[in-house]
């Protein structure tokens, strides 16, 4: 069963502070992603990576920075939190498919993510 | 224009009746197409992929129409356990994928 876990559920923060999203995922998948979700805009996609020390800016790339040191791991950095980046953050990951990667997405569960 | 646009609901559908509802997308070079699903406050999950010639998994049932442009969902004898938000995704490039905003089912016994 594909595992994807993040490092916290909830997280606040103050404005300004540098913030950390971790995910972990166990199914080594080459994929991995960061959305954000908020309510009416649907999930948007901050960054990606294809394989370890790769990323590839998403849709909604200002702001956040993201690092791929091992394979299974890919973090999220907020350099300064802002409140507009208030949301709920999640990570997904997937395997690479013959055609390029057009495989399932699995989710972890979520970082509710508030900035005061 | 959005990419991918669906109609919010709520749609209140009374137990064992049945719903559809239908997305469309911007982007005619998109191959391939799902419906997720997403229960309060939980992460999304495959649902089913989307096929040309429409596809079922039990009680639910999937359409594309390529010329036109959207995918549909249609769910039979709907039961109080498939309340939840049902995004429509489509692919773009290597991997990546446009989600919608949802379309929110609410079940009532």
């Known amino acids: 069963d594909v595992k994807v876990t993040q490092s916290s559920r909830y997280l606040v923060k103050r404005t300004g502070e540098k913030v950390f999203l971790e995910c972990v995922q166990d199914?080594?998948?080459?994929?991995m992603f960061w959305y954000r979700q908020d309510p009416g805009l649907g999930l948007r996609l901050i960054y990606f990576s294809y394989d370890v020390k790769m990323k590839e800016k998403g849709d909604i790339p200002e702001g956040y920075s993201v690092s791929r040191e091992k394979k299974e791991r890919f973090s999220l950095i907020l350099e300064s939190a802002s409140t507009n980046q208030t949301s709920m953050y999640l990570c997904?990951?997937?395997?690479?498919?013959?055609?390029?990667?057009?495989?399932?997405?699995?989710f972890g569960p979520g970082t509710r993510l508030l900035v005061l | 224009r959005k990419e991918v646009e669906q109609d919010p609901g709520p749609f209140n559908v009374p137990e064992g009746a049945t719903v559809a509802f239908n997305c469309t997308y911007s982007?005619?070079?998109?191959?391939?197409f799902f419906w997720y699903r997403q229960d309060c406050r939980k992460e999304p999950k495959l649902l089913m992929s989307v096929y040309s010639s429409g596809n079922e998994d039990g009680r639910f049932t999937a359409q594309l129409n390529r010329a036109s442009q959207y995918i549909s969902l249609l769910i039979r004898d709907s039961k109080l356990s498939d309340s939840a938000t049902y995004l429509c995704v489509v692919t773009r490039s290597w991997g990546k994928l446009q989600f919608g905003a949802g379309t929110q089912v609410v079940v009532t016994p």
């Open positions: 199914m080594d998948h080459e994929n």
């Open positions: 982007n005619s070079a998109s191959q391939s």
């Open positions: 997904a990951s997937s395997t690479r498919g013959e055609t390029g990667g057009q495989e399932t997405q699995y």
